[in-house]
């Protein structure tokens, strides 16, 4: 089959076995190019080996995948991706700078563009001060910000990183937040698998759901987050028969002897439900709305295996 222009990646009954292992069973992802795309899953999903298959590291056992307009490991494409391992490990004598060179020279940058371009995105992950020092001595906060420099040095047309924050402290995360959404507006795409959920709710345009090696759902997490609204009502003398008239308004009602919680689409029933509530012989004392986050849409879509 051939790759749509409009998608960074495509993956099609994408299926990987080791042995009698099945690490991805059916995974068909769409990612648009320009996005900042999040992929999550629990423990063991097959997110790792989908990476690596699209990246051209694993031989597919059936299937298709494409990066880019390409099939996956293509050499010419290879030298516009950048890439951060969750479990890297560098050349431990080299500079900060030299390190940055060389994954520069890999994809292909001449002598002259690295000049102008290492000390650039050396500076962009705030290490400057560190450039000649050797890794060796690094922090694993330092590792993790020459890393990113390493995946970004040659302006790839798309980033896959792996846990990017990990051993960052909070204005390490919030950098690495910038540094993402400045890549996305130059046009990039980013791939971008994380455990922190609370990092990939601020940070991504749309995620993925993989459980079992497959694709459970994919959504645009700015509607998503907005179209489902969470309220607490402080209530008493509250009916199993009024609860029941809930239902037109309201989905995933919980009710105990002073509570009431459910979920509604929009806002604008609330007044309704409160006078609905209040004819019904209702004592109401409190409303409150609660934000959705990530983590709870992620423990309702994967139900009880939420191990990350």
Not at 120 to 127: C, K, Q
Not at 208 to 215: C, H, L, M, Q, R
Not at 257 to 271: G, K, Y
Not at 283 to 304: C, N, P, R, Y
């Amino acid at each position: 089959m051939s790759p749509s222009a409009d998608y960074a990646i495509e993956t099609h009954n994408l299926r990987k076995v080791f042995g009698s292992h099945v690490a991805v069973r059916n995974l068909s992802l769409s990612v648009p190019r320009g996005e900042i795309f999040g992929f999550l899953g629990p423990n063991g999903a097959g997110k790792s080996t989908s990476i690596k298959m699209l990246l051209g590291l694993v031989r597919p056992t059936s299937g298709d995948s494409f990066v880019l307009g390409a099939a996956s490991g293509d050499v010419a494409i290879r030298r516009r991706i950048g890439f951060l391992p969750e479990d890297f490990r560098f050349y431990d004598w080299l500079t900060a700078t030299e390190l940055v060179q060389l994954h520069g020279r890999l994809c292909g940058m001449t002598n002259a563009k690295l000049r102008e371009r290492v000390p650039e995105v050396i500076d962009l992950v705030g290490l400057s001060q560190h450039q000649d020092r050797r890794v060796k001595g690094f922090s694993k906060g330092m590792l993790q910000r020459i890393g990113l420099a390493q995946a970004l040095v040659h302006e790839p047309d798309i980033v896959f990183l792996d846990e990017p924050t990990s051993g960052l402290d909070p204005m390490g995360r919030l950098m690495v937040r910038d540094i993402l959404r400045a890549e996305r507006d130059r046009g990039a795409t980013v791939f971008l698998n994380s455990h922190l959920l609370s990092e990939i709710e601020v940070t991504c345009d749309r995620v993925a759901f993989i459980k079992n090696g497959e694709v459970v759902v994919t959504r645009d997490l700015s509607a998503t987050l907005a179209e489902e609204v969470r309220v607490v009502v402080d209530a008493r003398h509250v009916s199993q028969q009024t609860v029941a008239g809930l239902t037109r308004w309201a989905e995933g009602i919980d009710v105990d002897q002073e509570h009431l919680r459910f979920r509604v689409r929009s806002t604008d029933v609330l007044p309704d439900i409160v006078r609905y509530l209040a004819a019904s012989g209702a004592d109401i004392f409190a409303v409150t709305q609660e934000h959705v986050s990530l983590e709870q849409i992620f423990v309702t879509i994967m139900g009880e295996d939420t191990s990350l």
